[in-house]
T-cell receptor, first 114, second 112 residues
Framework: EPEVTQTPSHQVTQMGQEVILRCVPI?????FYWYRQILGQKVEFLVS????????KSEIFDDQFSVERPDGSNFTLKIRSTKLEDSAMYFC????????????FGPGTRLTVL | LAKTTQPISMDSYEGQEVNITCSHN???????ITWYQQFPSQGPRFIIQ???TKVTNEVASLFIPADRKSSTLSLPRVSLSDTAVYYC?????????????FGGGTRVLVKP
């Protein structure tokens, strides 16, 4: 069964550093998403991406965040200058054309900002 | 966006049936009800979706009464591996972009 993959599984960084989280969505999917989950809290939407542009973003997704689909397979989330409060699990999700709520999530990247 | 309310946690034993009820009093005509499952340190996983009456798949059943103001996810004969957080989501499946809005979910603990 095809699945969403994410790398790395765990990233440790110093405050103020840039990080890039990588995702490979399911190959025939057209809609891509990033979510995050701070330890013990809810899964929160960050951004959705379709047709090479952002279709929606949350208040969390400020100027420090950016997304990119650099080639036909990868989907990346960049945090330019990490803060302590960016420490969380970051989940990538994708879906094909069709029912919007059937999104397939990756295993996540645990980001720890020191 | 319809607000959902579900129990914070439930305990069960192996082999029992687990029923989780979600309230969504303000559900709109175009809204579907979707349930996701999340194991510790993993991403959420789609379980089941329905609009009305009953839906069943290999994992669970979803019961939706006629007024659609609530829904019940039923997990038959749970095992230890069903210990997870279960989320009820309500939304228009055709809405553009379609972020998923997760609540706190129901933490189900299956005991031996």
């Amino acid at each position: 069964e095809p699945e969403v993959t994410q790398t790395p599984s765990h990233q440790v960084t110093q405050m103020g550093q840039e990080v890039i989280l990588r995702c490979v969505p399911i190959s025939n999917h057209l809609y891509f998403y990033w979510y995050r989950q701070i330890l013990g809290q809810k899964v929160e939407f960050l951004v959705s991406f379709y047709n090479n542009e952002i279709s929606e973003k949350s208040e969390i997704f400020d100027d420090q965040f950016s997304v990119e689909r650099p080639d036909g397979s990868n989907f990346t989330l960049k945090i330019r200058s990490t803060k302590l409060e960016d420490s969380a699990m970051y989940f990538c999700a994708s879906r094909e054309e069709g029912p919007a709520d059937t999104q397939y999530f990756g295993p996540g990247t645990r980001l720890t900002v020191l | 966006l319809a607000k959902t309310t579900q129990p914070i946690s439930m305990d069960s034993y192996e082999g029992q049936e687990v029923n989780i009820t979600c309230s969504h009093n303000n559900i709109a005509t175009n809204d579907y009800i979707t349930w996701y499952q999340q194991f510790p340190s993993q991403g959420p996983r789609f379980i089941i979706q329905g609009y009305k009456t009953k839906v069943t798949n290999e994992v669970a059943s979803l019961f939706i009464p006629a007024d659609r103001k609530s829904s019940t996810l039923s997990l038959p004969r749970v095992s230890l591996s069903d210990t997870a957080v279960y989320y009820c989501l309500v939304g228009d499946r055709k809405a553009a972009g379609n972020k998923l809005t997760f609540g706190g979910g129901t933490r189900v603990l299956v005991k031996p």
